[in-house]
């Protein structure tokens, strides 16, 4: 417990509404909050003013319950003793937002810090969800650094379609092989996939939205057990209310992000992700957050620290079930608790419960050991991502978790090659050309064919999308053939399961290795040595240079512009270059 708090400290929201200096100014910031029926004396009173990011809306459906959750959190406010401000967020509906909801990540973490720093809140719930609405209001948290807790809306009670569990996204990764291989037809396919929603809340399998809400938790920053609770069940509504009531303690104990988001809050939470088995998007929003925290973290710390973390949860798409079973089996703490018992969490780790990781961890042993597995008995050993660079690019990804053994067997073992892939390169500039283009014979792709795709990273799309999971084409499909070698400078889907070398960093649009390869080129994969080569001469690649950089759509929106002028690439977390820059920015009260 902190004990650098007393609640006599003059709060952060009295400069605005008890601030003799400045009476005429302090009566025109109270006056409008009459008019909703506030009153004077309780914006004067002293007490903490705790701010509601409101991320849910009709636009973010997967977050839409927060409006109702809210309230349970303003009943915790005011009964903890604080004054609950809700207000609303930029909308990210990851499904729905073209060209991509990445674009509007570093859109909603401005929004959000131009309001935490210059509005009157001591505190902040931030309501989360749908993957960025996790990571951009970290990154806010993280920049203003007044007391901040994470209240994640919880995943979609688990989906059935003809008696088979049916989750979210995962299911139509995979019901589109079936639709592409002739084996089910149009109508078949869309009612298993509208099956995986089945109510009120976000991806229940582990994709990014429920993987950035198990980040939350293992980084510290919000009660323990919040992050897998199904967002229709009754505790949710609780862990709302004590969310609410906890963040006026943190703001009366002077708990702030920066108290919690230590770089070994980061390695935890990358060790975290291995276990549950999370979406490889974790990855630049992990780096983005540590930026925005001034934590020094490294893209090798993916490899370093989170490759050898086995596979514990079977979730979906690494595993089997969703996220109803995971909560009752225990959910994250679970398997933190795993880990912690082996060594391969940092229990002294602080967090916003005011005790540290390893206080919160006691007595959360899994509960049913067929979904959270005992770390000695994993799904899979080593499944954190594989770092891969080489002349294609100087970082990359692949999630080991998803690799199956179909596509091992195929590829990793064969007799001589063990863990060295050679294949011919197709190379597609953008995902319209690969859909133009997949199913044409000329093509000639085989088993020994590498799908690339570039023009996906942050300036290319931009945004960066989910569009390195390209399935092989319908002959292939027919022939059995589910999955081929990919490489792309965008990302994919937290729930898909395709065997991917992913956020290829710098992408083709900023001049990366990926811009210089051509269809027909030979790219060797050493899995062992993490290398990923062009085996294209030296002056040849020269040459193509002459060629200029493949070209990428005009920008549509301002922002789109700006964007583009300023962001970093997928390795740094795709920030805005520059924003790292302002920290802690709250300890400076704005001007008047
Ligand atoms: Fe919003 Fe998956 S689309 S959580
Ligand atoms: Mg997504």
């Known amino acids: 417990m902190s004990d650098k708090g007393a609640s006599k400290r003059r709060l952060r929201s009295q400069d605005w509404f008890d601030n003799p200096d400045h009476i005429d100014m302090t009566a025109l ?136 569990l049916a989750g979210s996204g995962t299911v139509i990764w995979r019901s589109r092989r079936k639709l592409a291989a002739g084996e089910i037809d149009e109508e078949e396919f869309m009612e298993a996939s509208l099956a995986s929603a089945p109510s009120i809340g976000h991806c229940n399998t582990m994709g990014t939205a429920s993987t950035m809400n198990a980040m939350a938790e293992a980084l510290g920053m919000s009660l323990t057990g919040c992050a897998a ?97 995971f909560h009752r089996a225990g959910g994250v703490p679970a398997v933190m608790w795993e880990l912690l018992q082996v060594g391969k969490l940092d229990g002294s780790c602080p967090t916003v419960t005011g005790r ?112 390195v999971n390209m399935q092989p084409p319908d002959a292939l499909l027919k022939r059995g053939i589910r999955s081929l070698p990919t490489i792309g400078d965008g990302r994919q889907s937290g729930t898909a399961d395709s065997p991917s070398i992913l956020n290829a960093s710098p992408e083709s649009a900023a001049g990366g290795g990926l811009a210089w390869l051509r269809t027909g080129d030979i790219i060797r994969i050493d899995f062992n040595q993490g290398r990923c080569d062009m085996l294209v001469e030296e002056a040849e690649i020269a040459r193509r240079k002459g060629d200029g950089i493949p070209p990428v759509p005009p920008d549509a929106t301002p922002w789109q512009r700006i964007y583009r002028r300023s962001v970093t690439q997928l390795s740094d977390g795709a920030v805005l270059d520059g924003a790292a820059d302002f920290r802690d920015i709250a300890a400076n009260p704005p001007r008047h």
């Not at 291995?274 to 992990?286: D, K, M, R, V, Y």
Request: glycine share 10%; proline share 7%.
């Open 229 to 325: 609770i199904p967002g229709a069940y009754r505790e949710r509504g609780q862990m709302a209310y004590r969310t609410g009531r906890r963040a006026v303690e943190l703001v009366l104990e002077d708990i702030k992000p920066s108290d919690v988001l230590t770089r070994e809050a980061f390695l935890n939470a990358i060790r975290v992700n291995s276990a549950i088995g999370g979406s490889t998007n974790a990855q630049p929003h992990l780096a983005a957050m540590a930026k925005h925290a001034g934590v020094e973290l490294y893209p090798d710390d993916w490899q370093v620290h989170g490759f050898d973390i086995p596979l514990l949860a079977n979730v979906q798409p690494a595993g089997a079930y969703l996220g109803e079973r």
């Open 356 to 467: 540290t990781m390893a206080d919160n961890l006691k007595g959360r042993e899994a509960t049913d050991r067929e979904v959270i597995r005992p770390f000695a008995d994993p799904l899979k050993e080593r499944a954190g991502f594989l770092v891969l660079k080489g002349n294609l690019f100087d970082f990359a990804i692949m999630k080991m978790s998803v690799v199956s053994e179909e596509f091992r067997g195929r590829y990793l073992q064969e007799p001589g090659h063990e863990g060295v892939f050679q294949g011919r390169a197709v190379v597609f500039d953008g995902s319209e050309d690969y859909h133009k283009r997949i199913n044409h014979p000329d093509l000639g792709i085989d088993e020994k064919t590498i799908l690339v795709i570039r023009g996906a990273g942050p300036i290319g799309w931009p945004g960066s999308a989910e569009v």
């Open 29 to 164: 910031y109270l006056e409008r909050f009459m008019n909703y029926g506030i009153t004077p004396e309780e914006l004067r009173s002293g007490k903490p003013i705790i701010g509601i990011a409101q991320s849910g809306s009709d636009l973010t459906p997967c977050n839409r319950h927060h409006l109702d959750l809210a309230k349970r959190v303003r009943d915790g406010i005011r009964d903890a003793g604080g004054i609950p401000i809700e207000f609303p967020t930029h909308p990210i509906f990851e499904n729905c937002k073209r060209p991509t909801a990445a674009l509007d990540r570093n859109l909603a973490y401005l929004g959000l810090v131009e309001v935490l720093y210059g509005y009157p809140l001591d505190g902040v719930v931030l309501t989360t969800g749908c993957d960025k609405t996790t990571p951009s209001a970290l990154m806010a948290a993280s920049t203003v650094n007044i007391p901040a807790i994470v209240l994640s809306g919880g995943p979609m009670l688990d989906g059935w379609h003809e008696g088979e």
